[in-house]
Structure formats: C-alpha cells, structure tokens
C-alpha cells in the first residue's frame, strides 16, 4: 500500500453524471490544480468493465484495490474515494485500471500541493481549486447535505453536523481549537460565501472576535512581534488543531526557527564551558520546574511581544538579570 497516498475508502454513494474525461473522470482534485490540504482523492470510473486499479504516486506503486467486486458497487457504485497524503510540491498520479489482471487503461494527474503554513510559491501552470462548488457539489449531494443550515453547522453531534462527516481528519489531533472540537464550525465559516463555506475574516480579525483578551494584552506591549503586528495568527496557529500545544502548526524550535533560521548556525548568546551556546533544547526548563517542560525558545522569548526588545519573559533589558531568572546565584 502506498506510504504516500493511504487508501481509505469511506462509506457513501455519490450521484452518477455523464462520463466526461474517458474512462477517468477526476473530480477532487482537478487536474493540474492546486490544493493546500491532504484533503480527499475522488474519481468516477466511467468504464465498468474494471475489476481492480492501481495507484503510482510519485513512483511509489499501490497494491491493487478491487473496485469491481459487487460489494464495493453497492457501496460506491463507479466512484473511488482515498485519503490523499500529498508531497509539497508537485505529485503526479498515474492510475492504471484493470479488468482480470489485464491492463485496459491508464489516468494521470498532475496536483501541486503547496500548504498555507509553508508560503510556497504555485507555478502559473496549477490552478487553486475549491470542493464546494455547484459543478462538484453535485456529485455528492445525493447523501451528503451540500447546503447545510447554519444549526447544522453548529450541531454538538457528530452524525447531525455535516461538515464534520467529511472534515473529522482535521480534529484526529491532539490538541483541537475549542470551536472545532465542539463542531461549531459557523462560528469561523459563512454558510454562504467566495468560495462557498469560505470565513468572512482572516487572521486577528476574525480570531480577536473571541480573544478580546488577547487584543488587549497586545495593545499593552511596546514592541510586538511581527506577524502578531500584521494579525497572522494564522502563521503560527493552525485553526482546526494540531499535534502541538496551543495549535502551533510546528513544534515550537522549528516553527522559531523557520524565520530564525540563523539561529541554527550560531551559538546563542553565550558560549558555555562545553565550548556550545545556550541549550535550546534537550533539557528541563528550570523555569517551569515540575512541568516537565523542555528548554525552547519561549523559555526566554515570549512569542507575541513584550515591553524590551527580544520580547524577554521577565521584561527587563538587562540580559544578565534574564539570566538570573534561572541562574539565580
């Protein structure tokens, strides 16, 4: 089985339309397009005489997956639906369809997956595409309810909230944002919007709606850090959640550091007697003792800003008396 594209086959039935890309039909993604989330894979096998397929991802092949077998064509009729894990950049897919072990024809697709949190460039050759359109919300709306009321948007409950059937990848993390987590997903999204379900805001606009506190607190602070100036909450914080505290979308030294990256080769403010700079790492942070915490970057820095340049925790200007935080002799 693929390592790159985990096949995971979920149980609906999507309404039939015309054949219209051969015996492939691609439906999410669209050729060359690009996507900036491992959302799903679907297409329509418009051949019907087709017992099995397979899947070369960037030149990693699948086993076969039988699609022919009359318990998958009661399921999902001629539709293939996968859980895509795309490499950043451009992944080509080519699927092959076979009918008795013999090859009748071959798909490709070509998807450039380039996530928001990475800032990576599309070439001009890849198109943004969106799930929640008319022409592909058709497929789907024969089960799924494609134009949900926003009490169903809202909805506490799993089976009663239609984003979370299709969505609930996004939550499988460990720490999920208190809107997700409770499925209130028109708190963030417009039931109606450019694209559809799109959220009116972005950034500190929409996240300062319910961290007022937060507003406050940055407008107190003489030097603010600069995506937290620019309201980009969203260059740290994933959303939905993560598996990093705080919904941080790296662990805290490699999300630092992917602007900092200088710090890497350098020793950081003192050289110690082992001939290195600081830890940054690998080691308790003695001003959270009993946390278990390990030594990071906010273990000095506070992330949003503070009253002395460098953002200190103890807001002092004298770098010894940061020291002394810790190294209290």
């Keep these: ?19 219209a890309w051969g015996a492939i039909e691609f439906i999410y993604p669209s050729p060359n397009s690009a996507v900036t989330s491992s959302g799903h894979l679907i297409f ?8 099995s397929l397979r899947i070369t991802h960037n030149g990693l092949v ?19 639906i996968a859980q895509s894990l795309w490499d950043p950049g451009v992944n080509q897919l080519v699927i092959d369809l ?39 919300e058709r497929y789907c709306q024969s089960c799924h309810v494609v134009n949900p009321t926003p009490a169903q948007m809202n909805s506490s409950i799993e089976k009663n909230n239609p984003c979370y059937i299709c969505h609930k990848k996004m939550l499988a993390v460990k720490y999920v944002h208190g809107p997700a987590g409770t499925y209130s997903c028109g708190y963030c999204h417009a039931s109606k919007g450019n ?5 009116p805001k972005r950034g500190a606009a929409l996240c300062y709606e319910c961290h007022s506190d937060m507003s406050v607190q940055i407008s107190k602070k003489k030097f603010v ?12 914080h994933d959303p939905h959640g993560s598996q990093n505290e705080s919904q941080l979308i790296k662990p805290i030294n490699e999300l630092c550091l992917s602007c900092h990256g200088h710090i890497r080769n350098q020793k950081h403010v003192v050289m110690t007697t082992t001939g290195e700079g600081h830890p940054l790492s690998g080691k308790n942070d003695p001003s959270k003792q009993g946390s278990g915490r390990q030594m990071s970057c906010i273990s000095c820095h506070s992330p949003h800003g ?17 020291c002394q935080a810790c190294h209290n002799k």
């Excluded at 503070?306 to 940061?322: H, K, Q, S």
Aim: with cysteine; proline share 8%; hydrophobic share 40%.
């Design 195 to 199: 694209p559809k379900h799109a959220v």
């Design 44 to 51: 329509k096998l418009n051949q019907t005489e087709v017992s």
């Design 225 to 236: 850090h600069g995506p937290v100036e620019a309201g980009m909450c969203e260059a740290c």
């Design 1 to 19: 089985m693929l390592k790159r594209l985990l096949i995971q086959i979920t149980v609906v039935v999507l309404a039939s339309v015309p054949a």
């Design 62 to 80: 699948s086993d076969p997956v039988d699609v022919g077998s009359p318990e998958y064509r009661k399921l999902f009729q001629d539709f293939f």
């Design 98 to 136: 076979f009918n008795g072990g013999q090859k009748v024809e071959s798909a490709t697709l070509s998807v450039f997956y380039a996530p928001e949190e990475s800032n990576q460039k599309v070439p001009p050759e890849y198109t943004p595409i969106a799930m929640h359109r008319p022409e592909k």
């Design 306 to 322: 503070g009253n002395v340049r460098y953002f200190f925790i103890n807001n002092v200007e004298d770098r010894m008396a940061l």
